[in-house]
């Protein structure tokens, strides 16, 4: 079986993509500095899979520790998810936002180039576009972006093209993911947030769940039909099987390519609550409160690129993203609380 390299893969997403290519046929090898997971991630997706997953606890910015991984594998391809992911967090400290994407996504590239490892997929995002494009949001469409996190996306695509066009066997696909919510069916790997979630969907399971007492819809006065923004949430499952069939497309299409992750439909903050309190059945206490700062009123996906290129059409809705993360939050207090 092909072996993949996913780098933070024990996180939210590599852990979800890390199920989907067991499930179609490769093996996933996992480097994860466990910086935002568990561990314990790892023995449950090897229960969820049947299989061994291979396990590095590792910095990807420490070139000498990918040499190693490396050389133990034969990887066909490499699936780049490691990296810092908070908004706000990165206006704060721009630095370190991009000291840490840009030497990881560099020091990947350059251990995939020494051990002539030629296909990449990368963990992009809908941030990289301007915010005011219009929707949907479509690949050719302008971009630019409002924080050091997004611009360390956008850089990160560049320097791919980059390696991709001086290197003409070299093959990357640019995911840029919409909304990613829910968790796996099985109920054993989900969204893990530390701390207070700063992402709606991790917020209101914790409401549901009674650790905290109130959502706050980040105001209702945007010129949406009921005033809340609207974004395009996409099963996590559904986006982890783009990865495997971005795996295809990278095998025999030389260059670089972005791709929207999407569903193309969106949904609003209260549109959202509505579902949730529906698939759980438990009343979602909230109260309106100001804007949060740089909240776009509207954006979803044009996801016609990834049918065309990738197969991909998203299958679950939002009762089923709603129900699996509802599932998930009601069974993490079962998991051992390793950090
Ligand atoms: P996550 O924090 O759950 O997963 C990232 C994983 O990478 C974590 O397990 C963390 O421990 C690990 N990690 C971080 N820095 C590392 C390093 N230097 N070396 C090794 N491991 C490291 O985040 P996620 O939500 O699964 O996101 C995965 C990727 O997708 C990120 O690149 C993120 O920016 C991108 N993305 C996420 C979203 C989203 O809404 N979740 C949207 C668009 C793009
Ligand atoms: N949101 C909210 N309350 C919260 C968290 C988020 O009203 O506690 C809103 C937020 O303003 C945005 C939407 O929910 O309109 C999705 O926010 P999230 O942070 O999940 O994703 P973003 O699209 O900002 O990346």
């Given at each position: 079986?092909?072996?993949?390299?996913?780098?933070?893969?024990?996180?939210?997403?590599?852990?979800?993509?890390?199920?989907?290519?067991?499930?179609?046929?490769?093996?996933?090898?996992?480097?994860?500095?466990?910086?935002?997971?568990?561990?314990?991630?790892?023995?449950?997706?090897?229960?969820?899979?049947?299989?061994?997953?291979?396990?590095?606890?590792?910095?990807?910015?420490?070139?000498?520790?990918?040499?190693?991984?490396?050389?133990?594998?034969?990887?066909?391809?490499?699936?780049?998810?490691?990296?810092?992911?908070?908004?706000?967090?990165?206006?704060?400290?721009?630095?370190?936002?991009?000291?840490?994407?840009?030497?990881?996504?560099?020091?990947?590239?350059?251990?995939?180039?020494?051990?002539?490892?030629?296909?990449?997929?990368?963990?992009?995002?809908?941030?990289?576009?301007?915010?005011?494009?219009?929707?949907?949001?479509?690949?050719?469409?302008?971009?630019?972006?409002?924080?050091?996190?997004?611009?360390?996306?956008?850089?990160?695509?560049?320097?791919?093209?980059?390696?991709?066009?001086?290197?003409?066997?070299?093959?990357?696909v640019?995911?840029?993911?919409?909304?990613?919510?829910?968790?796996?069916?099985?109920?054993?790997?989900?969204?893990?947030?530390?701390?207070?979630?700063?992402?709606?969907?991790?917020?209101?399971?914790?409401?549901?769940?009674?650790?905290?007492?109130?959502?706050?819809?980040?105001?209702?006065?945007?010129?949406?039909?009921?005033?809340?923004?609207?974004?395009?949430?996409?099963?996590?499952?559904?986006?982890?099987?783009a990865?495997?069939l971005a795996?295809d497309f990278?095998?025999?299409?030389?260059?670089?390519?972005?791709i929207?992750?999407?569903?193309?439909?969106?949904?609003?903050?209260?549109?959202?609550?509505?579902?949730?309190?529906?698939?759980?059945?438990?009343?979602?206490?909230?109260?309106?409160?100001?804007?949060?700062?740089?909240?776009?009123?509207?954006?979803?996906?044009?996801?016609?690129?990834a049918r065309e290129k990738l197969g991909f059409?998203?299958?679950?809705?939002?009762?089923?993203?709603?129900?699996?993360?509802?599932?998930?939050?009601?069974?993490?207090?079962?998991?051992?609380?390793?950090?």
């Amino acid at each position: 079986m092909p072996e993949i390299l996913v780098t933070g893969g024990a996180g939210y997403i590599g852990s979800h993509t890390a199920a989907a290519l067991a499930a179609a046929g490769y093996s996933p090898v996992v480097i994860d500095n466990l910086s935002n997971s568990r561990e314990s991630v790892i023995a449950r997706l090897e229960k969820l899979t049947g299989k061994k997953i291979p396990f590095y606890n590792a910095d990807v910015r420490d070139g000498a520790a990918l040499d190693a991984v490396f050389a133990k594998h034969s990887f066909s391809a490499a699936i780049h998810f490691a990296g810092l992911k908070a908004v706000g967090e990165s206006v704060q400290q721009p630095l370190r936002y991009y000291e840490h994407n840009l030497t990881a996504t560099m020091s990947l590239l350059a251990a995939m180039q020494k051990h002539g490892v030629k296909s990449l997929i990368f963990s992009s995002s809908a941030t990289v576009y301007r915010e005011d494009d219009e929707v949907p949001y479509i690949e050719s469409g302008e971009l630019g972006c409002s924080n050091p996190y997004g611009w360390t996306k956008l850089f990160s695509e560049q320097i791919i093209r980059d390696v991709c066009a001086a290197n003409p066997g070299f093959s990357a696909v640019l995911l840029r993911y919409f909304n990613p919510i829910g968790a796996d069916k099985s109920g054993l790997i989900g969204e893990e947030p530390q701390g207070v979630p700063n992402n709606l969907l991790p917020y209101v399971s914790q409401v549901a769940a009674g650790i905290r007492p109130r959502l706050s819809v980040f105001g209702n006065d945007y010129p949406t039909p009921d005033g809340t923004c609207i974004r395009d949430y996409i099963h996590v499952s559904d986006l982890a099987r783009a990865h495997a069939l971005a795996l295809d497309f990278a095998a025999n299409n030389a260059g670089a390519k972005a791709i929207n992750i999407g569903t193309g439909r969106g949904y609003s903050v209260l549109e959202v609550v509505a579902a949730f309190e529906k698939a759980s059945g438990v009343k979602i206490p909230f109260e309106i409160t100001g804007r949060r700062a740089g909240d776009i009123p509207e954006y979803f996906a044009n996801p016609a690129l990834a049918r065309e290129k990738l197969g991909f059409t998203a299958e679950l809705g939002i009762e089923e993203m709603c129900r699996d993360a509802w599932r998930f939050e009601q069974n993490r207090k079962l998991f051992p609380e390793e950090k």
